[in-house]
């Protein structure tokens, strides 16, 4: 809480109530304001955040081992296949995509295309939204 130790107050030949404080309590006053619009702005965020996730339900929400992974440096395919127990050679099986294929993609080497991102996502039984980052 701030305290005012110079605070004045007079008023103007109008009778609108001014304050007069010391510019070091303004300069206070102005940092306040300042951390809290920085505040502010990270609240709406993570607001919006938050309602995205919830408008998404349950297929918005990666299991806390694939966004563990994710966060140690996997890639986000890499780190789902891993979560559901899958080899590349499987997954390409299973995508009908050729394993070399999977391999760049998890090492950046290709983009993930929307219909591979489909087909990968299927034969993982996970939204295509997870792959998709």
């Known amino acids: ?3 005012f130790q110079t605070l004045q107050i007079i008023t103007s030949p109008s009778g609108e109530e001014m304050v007069v404080l010391s510019k070091k309590e303004f300069d206070a006053l102005a940092a306040r304001v300042e951390e809290y619009d920085e505040d ?4 709406a965020v993570y607001d919006a955040r ?9 297929a918005g929400l990666m299991p806390l081992e694939v966004s563990q992974a994710i966060l140690k440096g996997d890639s986000r395919l890499r780190a789902i296949r891993k979560y559901r127990g899958l080899s590349q050679v499987d997954l390409a099986t299973a995508s009908r995509t050729a394993q070399g294929h999977i391999s760049d993609i998890e090492k950046s080497r290709r983009s993930l295309t929307d219909a591979t991102a489909e087909r990968l996502a299927a034969a993982m039984d996970v939204p295509a939204g997870w792959l998709k980052g």
């Open 50 to 58: 938050k309602a995205e996730l919830e408008n998404q339900g349950d």
């Open 40 to 43: 502010a702005d990270d609240i």
């Open 1 to 3: 809480m701030l305290s």
